[in-house]
């Protein structure tokens, strides 16, 4: 498939947002989730480039360039995303191996991911709503890096080998980090950082599927 590059033009926008728990990634609500209209002013053009579902949490990036949004939601470009992901239970080898080669969610295989146990356990803010922890049952954390985002795709992979995900973050898309933002908290990127964004999605464009 061949997309027209679009990255040159009108000035491009980019924003990072860390978007808490109970929020969906739109500027209208949904039910009694909360919007991003609830939080500081957005420039008006920008829309988010992907989603997290309300009960996830973390880095969310907005723009209004088509071209950049394309790259960050078209699995074709292979772009990758990380999680940290708290889990029932300690993952063993065999359950962490599966999670790496592929896990078959309604009929398809998931794409390899890159799979890690977070040691020490990682320090975040706390929920707002707080986990359903049960007091005999130990909990962990994975790092998680997927090139795809089909729907609930983590919380399903880790059901799938037995360890149920209880708190679901982004942390990264590519190379841009929650790093000075907390949750609620937006931040602009200045042109060299959206320029650093364009040269990487172009690369991306080179080597995808």
Request: charged share 30%; hydrophobic share 35%; proline share 8%.
């Amino acid at each position: 498939m061949y997309i027209r590059d679009m990255s040159t033009g009108p000035q491009k926008i980019c924003v990072l947002f860390y978007k808490p728990y109970g929020v969906v990634s739109q500027f209208t609500r949904e039910g009694t989730w909360r919007s991003l209209r609830d939080f500081s002013p957005f420039p008006e053009e920008v829309y988010p480039a992907g989603r997290l579902d309300a009960d996830s949490e973390g880095l969310l990036l907005l723009t209004n360039n088509n071209w950049i949004k394309q790259r960050l939601t078209d699995p074709v470009f292979n772009h990758p995303r990380t999680y940290a992901v708290q889990v029932e239970r300690i993952p063993g080898e065999a359950a962490l191996e599966v999670l790496r080669s592929g896990v078959n969610i309604e009929g398809k295989k998931t794409r390899p991911a890159q799979v890690r146990i977070i040691e020490p356990e990682p320090d975040f803010p706390e929920r707002a709503v707080p986990i359903r922890r049960r007091k005999l049952i130990p909990t962990a954390w994975l790092e998680v890096v997927l090139t795809e985002g089909r729907n609930r795709q983590v919380r399903r992979m880790t059901a799938a080998v037995g360890h149920p995900t209880l708190r679901l973050i982004r942390t990264r898309i590519g190379d841009l980090t929650l790093e000075g933002l907390a949750p609620g908290g937006q931040r602009e990127l200045d042109s060299r950082e959206v320029e650093r964004l364009c040269r990487s999605l172009r690369a991306l464009q080179r080597g995808g599927r």
